[in-house]
Nanobody
Framework: QVHLVESGGGLVQAGGSLRLSCEAPGSIFSLNTMGWFRQAPGKEREFVAAITWSSSRTWYTDSVKGRFTISRDNSENTIYLQMNSLKPEDTAVYYC?????????????????WGQGTQVTVSS
């Protein structure tokens, strides 16, 4: 069983920053795309950002463009989500996920592996 492990969540005031990390086992190195999703209470899981493992193509949902940055460190099998200018509406559980291929990067059901999530709470 492949496990992704997220860390870095917490409580921050609006306008603050957090950096999330997601460590992946070496066995998923062959998978092509890593993504971040989030789920707020009572809402569906939504796409936040994604990055390809080999070519560093990135995608973002419109609401986080210019504020969030996804990156990866292949030597550490880790991806990051730098979140700046956080807003109360960014409050959610953030999940890391991995999938094969580079299509459908914004569709949760297309991802093969998931972490357990890390809570991000932004106070106003």
């Amino acid at each position: 069983q492949v496990h992704l492990v997220e860390s870095g969540g917490g409580l921050v005031q609006a306008g603050g920053s957090l950096r999330l990390s997601c460590e992946a086992p070496g066995s998923i190195f062959s998978l092509n795309t890593m993504g971040w999703f989030r789920q707020a209470p009572g809402k569906e899981r939504e796409f936040v950002a994604a990055i390809t493992w080999s070519s560093s193509r990135t995608w973002y949902t419109d609401s986080v463009k210019g504020r969030f940055t996804i990156s990866r460190d292949n030597s550490e099998n880790t991806i990051y989500l730098q979140m700046n200018s956080l807003k109360p509406e960014d409050t959610a559980v953030y999940y890391c996920a991995a999938k094969r291929g580079t299509t459908d990067w914004d569709i949760p059901s297309r991802y093969n592996y998931w972490g357990q999530g890390t809570q991000v709470t932004v106070s106003s």
